[in-house]
Nanobody, 117 residues
Protein backbone atom coordinates (compact mmCIF):
# COMPACT_ATOMS: atom_id res chain seq x y z
CA UNK A 1 0.00 0.00 0.00
CA UNK A 2 1.09 3.54 -0.74
CA UNK A 3 0.16 6.68 1.18
CA UNK A 4 0.42 10.20 -0.20
CA UNK A 5 0.30 13.32 1.91
CA UNK A 6 0.06 16.76 0.32
CA UNK A 7 0.91 20.06 1.94
CA UNK A 8 1.47 23.68 1.01
CA UNK A 9 -1.95 24.85 -0.09
CA UNK A 10 -3.56 28.03 1.15
CA UNK A 11 -5.11 31.37 0.34
CA UNK A 12 -3.03 33.68 -1.82
CA UNK A 13 -3.61 36.84 -3.82
CA UNK A 14 -3.51 36.81 -7.59
CA UNK A 15 0.05 37.07 -8.81
CA UNK A 16 1.41 35.28 -5.78
CA UNK A 17 3.20 31.97 -5.47
CA UNK A 18 2.83 28.69 -3.63
CA UNK A 19 4.87 25.53 -3.35
CA UNK A 20 3.00 22.28 -2.93
CA UNK A 21 4.64 19.13 -1.64
CA UNK A 22 3.55 15.51 -1.73
CA UNK A 23 5.36 12.84 0.21
CA UNK A 24 4.80 9.19 -0.64
CA UNK A 25 5.38 6.33 1.77
CA UNK A 26 4.81 2.60 1.85
CA UNK A 27 5.61 -0.03 -0.77
CA UNK A 28 6.64 2.16 -3.67
CA UNK A 29 7.95 0.71 -6.89
CA UNK A 30 11.22 2.18 -8.09
CA UNK A 31 9.87 3.22 -11.49
CA UNK A 32 6.79 5.36 -11.17
CA UNK A 33 5.08 8.55 -12.15
CA UNK A 34 4.05 11.22 -9.67
CA UNK A 35 1.68 13.91 -10.75
CA UNK A 36 -0.49 16.78 -9.68
CA UNK A 37 -4.12 17.05 -10.62
CA UNK A 38 -6.67 19.67 -9.68
CA UNK A 39 -10.42 19.86 -9.39
CA UNK A 40 -12.29 23.12 -9.32
CA UNK A 41 -15.89 23.32 -8.07
CA UNK A 42 -18.26 21.91 -10.65
CA UNK A 43 -15.47 20.73 -12.92
CA UNK A 44 -13.75 17.46 -13.65
CA UNK A 45 -10.41 16.60 -12.17
CA UNK A 46 -7.64 17.49 -14.61
CA UNK A 47 -3.95 16.80 -14.98
CA UNK A 48 -1.70 19.71 -14.08
CA UNK A 49 1.74 18.15 -14.37
CA UNK A 50 3.45 14.79 -14.04
CA UNK A 51 7.03 13.62 -13.71
CA UNK A 52 8.61 10.18 -13.99
CA UNK A 53 11.41 8.82 -11.83
CA UNK A 54 13.65 9.45 -14.83
CA UNK A 55 12.70 13.11 -14.95
CA UNK A 56 10.40 13.17 -17.96
CA UNK A 57 7.80 15.90 -17.47
CA UNK A 58 4.40 16.66 -18.90
CA UNK A 59 2.44 19.88 -18.29
CA UNK A 60 -1.08 20.91 -19.08
CA UNK A 61 -1.06 23.72 -21.64
CA UNK A 62 -2.88 26.02 -19.23
CA UNK A 63 -0.02 25.99 -16.72
CA UNK A 64 3.06 25.96 -18.91
CA UNK A 65 5.44 28.73 -17.96
CA UNK A 66 3.87 29.28 -14.54
CA UNK A 67 4.02 25.87 -12.87
CA UNK A 68 7.14 23.81 -12.28
CA UNK A 69 7.08 20.20 -11.16
CA UNK A 70 10.08 18.50 -9.61
CA UNK A 71 10.81 15.48 -7.48
CA UNK A 72 13.29 14.07 -5.03
CA UNK A 73 13.45 10.34 -5.68
CA UNK A 74 15.41 9.68 -2.51
CA UNK A 75 12.58 11.22 -0.47
CA UNK A 76 9.74 9.94 -2.68
CA UNK A 77 8.49 13.50 -2.77
CA UNK A 78 7.12 15.58 -5.61
CA UNK A 79 6.82 19.35 -5.62
CA UNK A 80 4.78 21.84 -7.56
CA UNK A 81 5.99 25.42 -7.67
CA UNK A 82 3.13 27.66 -8.71
CA UNK A 83 3.89 31.22 -9.78
CA UNK A 84 1.76 34.06 -11.11
CA UNK A 85 -1.35 32.54 -9.59
CA UNK A 86 -4.69 33.39 -11.15
CA UNK A 87 -8.18 33.12 -9.67
CA UNK A 88 -8.89 30.32 -12.15
CA UNK A 89 -6.16 28.26 -10.47
CA UNK A 90 -8.45 27.94 -7.45
CA UNK A 91 -9.04 24.23 -6.89
CA UNK A 92 -8.25 21.27 -4.72
CA UNK A 93 -4.87 19.97 -5.83
CA UNK A 94 -4.33 16.23 -5.62
CA UNK A 95 -1.15 14.20 -5.80
CA UNK A 96 -1.16 10.89 -7.64
CA UNK A 97 1.36 8.08 -7.92
CA UNK A 98 1.01 5.42 -10.58
CA UNK A 99 3.00 2.96 -12.60
CA UNK A 100 3.30 2.91 -16.36
CA UNK A 101 4.12 -0.78 -16.58
CA UNK A 102 2.17 -2.19 -13.63
CA UNK A 103 -1.28 -1.84 -12.13
CA UNK A 104 -2.04 0.46 -9.25
CA UNK A 105 -2.59 4.12 -8.74
CA UNK A 106 -2.79 6.07 -5.50
CA UNK A 107 -4.20 9.46 -4.54
CA UNK A 108 -3.56 11.90 -1.76
CA UNK A 109 -6.32 13.59 0.19
CA UNK A 110 -5.89 16.92 -1.61
CA UNK A 111 -4.84 20.40 -0.60
CA UNK A 112 -6.94 23.50 -1.23
CA UNK A 113 -5.49 26.38 -3.22
CA UNK A 114 -7.58 29.55 -3.26
CA UNK A 115 -6.54 32.58 -5.27
CA UNK A 116 -8.24 35.88 -4.54
CA UNK A 117 -8.50 38.60 -7.16
Amino acid sequence: QVQLVESGGGLVQAGGSLRLSCAASGSIGSINVMGWYRQAPGKQRELVAAITTGGNINYADSVKGRFTISRDNAKNTVYLQINSLKPEDTAVYYCKLYYMLAPGDYWGQGTQVTVSS
